[in-house]
């Protein structure tokens, strides 16, 4: 990719909002390969089948990019950080969450215009820290707060969706994604991805 800029950039429609809508967590190491879009931004499908685990965010959860860049050094790289909270505590959440932490998964965003992309595709994201929290009244969060951070060389691709009217399952699933749902995330886990069932898998998968 050169250094020199190619388009112009004119005043958007404000129709826009901001906030995420969920994510998806992708084990390290299960996408094998990328696909990509003449240009490079988008990424058109991935080898491998990964599991996407989904995770819905509320409205205390954001997502935000930084370019890094020294002159003197000659080098640049992007840093990605995600802010994920889950209202209610439960054994099942400490479970998940205690296999986040020990590992460095890949992170698929979206947010609340529909848009996909994909965090940490090179070399994962870590939890740099998370919170367990009750609170003090009856209106505070009793949940989690969880914090990521990828250092990539590349900036985070979007990935294709065929229009803005397709659900985020389904397009992930036509990328390729093995994409699982709700309660089942964890069961699909242990009794498909470790096992390798794939008749079970059926049973986990709604597209």
Known sequence: ????????????????????????????????????????????????????????????????????????????????????TLPKLSEQDQISIDALAKGRPNIIIQDNNGNLFLSGLDFGSNMIDSNVITGENMLDLSGYVLNFKAMEKFSSKFLYRTNERQSDGDALSRLGFAVAYSESSWDYYHRVVENEGFVESLLCLKK
């Open 1 to 84: 990719m050169g250094c020199n800029i190619r388009i112009n950039r004119t005043e958007p429609c404000k129709n826009n909002v901001g906030g995420i809508n969920s994510v998806y967590f992708v084990n390290y190491g299960e996408i094998k390969g990328v696909t990509y879009s003449s240009n490079g931004a988008v990424i058109t499908s991935v080898d491998g089948t990964p599991a996407a685990f989904k995770f819905n965010a509320n409205g205390n959860s954001s997502y935000s990019e930084t370019i890094k860049s020294s002159s003197k050094n000659g080098t640049t790289f992007y840093e990605q950080n995600l802010k994920i």
